[in-house]
């Protein structure tokens, strides 16, 4: 005896887009694996995981109404596919996608801490030759210059001008606002910052930047 599991077209077709998003999930969690066990090449990787997200997309357009959660679907059918999850619903690009995008943005965010470490060092310094050698002058100059190398992880944290820069904020801090660094101190100042300015361009090269 032949047992229906439809009763109309419609229903068949709904059916038909069941087995299909089956393996579409299928295929995406074996691939997932796939890819972390190395097994296959990074662009065969990316090629077969952007087809299958695009059909993937297409298919859970239409089937929106019917499967308002892929999630529940996997449940229901104890797919076990939490990678395939991943990649199809949370992310919708593949993983190498990410890991170029990740890259990048790091690297742009490190580009922009550079730039700005460098401008604090030249504002401090600048600062310094048109003799503005008041406490409540240098000081806020120091804690930026201190906060945008603080930021860069590429430096590591016994950096020189990290040290020097926390050794001059702590003297500042018990000295008055009001107060002024001697010539002598100013000297050494600008000749730390040099120093350290110095030591932090030359340092970006080994890592990387």
Known sequence: MEVKLWNDKRE???YENFAELYAIIRATE???KAYIRDTISPSEYETNCQK???HFKTLSSTLKDTIPSIERFADTYKMDCPAAINRLVVSGVPATVEHRAA???SSTTSAAIVAECVQNFITAMDSLKLNMVAVDQV???LSDLSTSLSKLTILPPDFEGKMKMKEWISRLSKMGAADELTEQQSRQLHFDL????NSFMAALPN???
């Open 12 to 14: 068949r077709e709904m």
């Open 194 to 197: 040099e120093s350290s300015y």
């Open 30 to 32: 074996k691939l997932e």
């Open 103 to 105: 890259a990048v943005a």
């Open 139 to 141: 000081h806020p100059l």
């Open 207 to 209: 890592a990387g930047t």
């Open 52 to 54: 299958l997200i695009a």
